[in-house]
Structures are given as structure tokens and as C-alpha cells.
């Protein structure tokens, strides 16, 4: 297991900060454009967090993808969901026909699927569904750990490569997805168990979940597991193997290994901001190549907000998962670089210059 430990660890403490300079190019380049500075706003800041990744402020980001890690939860056997553990199965065999929330949207885009088995209880029979199987579902974490630290460093190891191969066959932006009921439990306790909270303050009812008993039963269960497991919190991969899902193993390597092969990676919902906590707390550095999407509804994101900064683009009232908020992230990625690639300079729209002589003095 050491060797395996430091195997992921290379990849962690390989990630290198942005290229400021580059950032600073693009900012100066922006207030030459035909506008108001900053009046785009946050499609001006991916623009920018952009430049500092590939170090230029004009990059082909063609073509996308998202990743969708797919587990059970063994947690699940104590009903912390309304859902059926075999719903996970159900979801992950109809990813690949782009039918889901997230595949009909991706229609709508265009980017292309990736759909990982790295815990499904039952075998998975389509075979566009890539087989990383490490577990046939984590143990229930109510009652001891969800998985051995060493199954927690594969499962991040399989996200790590799953990068490799995607910038092999030339993606240049990643989104992350994932499957798994029950995952809203995992990703609580992997929250509150890293940020010292309090699970009864950050619990929410997840899949459809409306009987307050039934919340109760969940909230009490997650304190329990960490009772039980008494994850570290200074060390993420001790809390990911106590009390998380493999789904999020993978979505932790997901980062990683986007922010070590330098290419943007967005940020989706619940789960995949659990997995972005883990992973920024192994290296801050992380957030530097993370953009995000949508604000979700479950309580335990106002955490991961808090404790990395992350600031969420959309708010639409989605708390779909799968992956089905990269879409329209993408889509501000591409923005951005058409803001640079095409608008005009003041210069080439003959704009009087009794404006652009001000724009030094100008705060904004």
C-alpha cells in the first residue's frame, strides 16, 4: 500500500500553481476590449483562470467531456434514500444512450460521456460502461469504515488515470459526474467530518426524500458513522476511506489528475463539490484549475463553499447530479474565449478616445 500511497501523492504534490503572468495578460487584454471592464463578469474570470491554465489567453478547449463515476453505497440498507439500490444500475446503463438528465442536456451541448463502473453492486452489462470495479458497493459506514484506505487510494488512482486517458484522446476540458444512491449520506459525512460540523445542521433529504422521520433516521445515522469511524481530518484520504463512496474516490482523482495534466475541470453538484473538498484539502492548489457550475440545494454545499472559496456560477434549483450542470459551464468556457478570439478593441471600433484616455483612472 505504501507504494501505492506514493504513487498518488506524486500526483498531488505535482500540481503546480497557474501561471499568474498569463492571468495579468489577460485582465490588461480585457480593458482593451469594446466594453466596460469587467461588464462581463464572471465569463471574463473563466477567461482569465483560463489564461493562467494553458498560459495563453486564446486555447482550443474543443472537445469536452465528463467523466460519471458510478458506485453503491452500502449505507443505503438502513433507508437513507427513497430510492432502491438498484436505481444505481438502472442509471449507469442508460448514461451511455444520453438519456438521462445529464445525457440530454449533453445532446443539447454536444460533449461526449464517459460513464466509469468503479462500485456497482451488480455487474454492468453494457460495454460502453468502462469496468473499474473495486468493491461491489462500499461497507455501510454507520457501522465501520466504507472502505480500507488502500481500496480509497485505487479508487483516486482510477480518476487519475481516467484524466490520463482523456487528454490522450485529446479532450481538453473535463467535467465530473457521478451515479450512486445514497451518495448525499457519503458526501455529508466526508463534509462535516473534514470541516468539524455537525451533521444535524448540513443534512439534507437528497433523492426525493420527504418524510422528516425518515431525515431524522439520516442525520442520525451520518453522526453515527463518524462516531464510529472517527475519520482524521487532516488527512482527507482517512475521511474518504471511513466515511465516503467510491464514486467520490474517483471524482477526487478526477481533479487531481486535471489539475496535474493542466486542463480545466469542472466542478457539478453535491457530490462532485464533496469530492472538490477532498481533493483541495490534499492540495489547495487544485482550486486554481476548478471552475464551477451550479449552486446546489443540499445544505452541506454551503460548507464546501465556505472552506474553499468556490463560488457557483448558476443557480436554477438543480440538485440532479450526473454531471448535468457541466454543460452549461461548458458553454461559458467557449464564451470566454470568443470574447478574446473576437470583440472588437476600442482601437479597431473607432471608439473616441475620450473614453479609453479614462479607463486607467476608472475603478470597477
Not at 438528465?101 to 468503479?118: A, E
Amino acid at each position: 500500500m505504501e507504494e501505492l500511497k506514493k504513487q498518488v501523492m506524486n500526483y498531488v504534490e505535482g500540481i503546480e500553481p497557474i501561471d499568474g503572468e498569463a492571468v495579468k495578460r489577460a485582465q490588461e487584454e480585457s480593458m482593451n476590449l469594446l466594453k466596460i471592464p469587467m461588464s462581463l463578469g464572471r465569463v471574463e474570470e473563466v477567461g482569465f483562470k483560463l489564461a493562467g491554465i494553458s498560459g495563453k489567453t486564446v486555447s482550443d478547449y474543443d472537445p469536452k467531456c465528463i467523466i460519471i463515476m458510478s458506485s453503491d453505497n452500502g449505507i443505503v440498507d438502513k433507508g437513507v434514500s427513497s430510492a432502491p439500490k438498484s436505481v444505481t444500475k438502472t442509471m449507469t446503463e442508460c448514461f451511455t444512450k444520453k438519456v438521462t438528465g445529464v445525457g440530454v442536456i449533453s445532446r443539447v451541448y454536444g460533449n461526449d460521456l464517459f460513464v466509469y463502473d468503479i462500485g456497482n453492486e451488480q455487474d454492468i452489462d453494457d460495454p460502453l460502461v468502462i469496468k473499474k470495479k473495486l468493491m461491489r458497493g462500499t461497507n455501510d459506514f454507520s457501522e465501520g469504515p466504507a472502505m480500507t484506505y488502500e481500496t480509497a487510494l485505487k479508487g483516486i488512482m482510477v480518476g487519475i488515470e481516467a484524466v490520463r486517458d482523456a487528454v490522450d484522446r485529446g479532450y481538453k476540458v473535463i467535467g465530473t459526474g457521478e451515479m450512486g444512491i445514497g451518495n448525499t449520506s457519503s458526501s455529508t459525512a466526508v463534509i462535516c467530518a473534514l470541516a468539524g460540523r455537525d451533521p444535524h445542521d448540513f443534512v439534507g433529504k437528497g433523492t426525493g426524500m420527504t418524510d422528516d422521520a425518515a431525515l431524522m433516521n439520516k442525520i442520525n445515522l451520518i453522526k453515527q458513522g463518524i462516531d464510529v469511524n472517527k475519520p482524521d481530518p487532516s488527512d482527507p484520504i482517512d475521511v474518504l476511506a471511513k466515511v465516503g463512496g467510491l464514486d467520490i474516490a474517483g471524482l477526487v482523482g478526477i481533479y487531481i489528475g486535471c489539475a496535474y495534466y493542466k486542463i480545466p475541470v469542472v466542478i457539478d453538484g453535491y457530490i462532485s463539490s464533496a469530492a472538490f473538498y477532498l481533493a483541495y484539502r490534499l492540495n489547495s492548489n487544485v482550486k486554481d484549475y476548478a471552475i464551477e457550475s451550479h449552486k446546489t440545494m443540499e445544505p452541506g454545499y454551503s460548507v464546501v463553499t465556505e472552506e474553499t472559496g468556490i463560488d457557483p456560477m448558476f443557480d436554477m434549483d438543480m440538485r440532479l447530479g450526473e454531471g448535468s450542470g457541466c454543460p452549461f459551464t461548458f458553454f461559458v468556457i467557449d464564451c470566454a474565449q470568443s470574447m478574446f478570439r473576437n470583440m472588437y478593441t476600442f482601437e479597431q471600433g473607432m471608439c473616441s478616445t475620450e473614453y479609453t484616455d479614462k479607463l486607467n483612472d476608472l475603478k470597477f
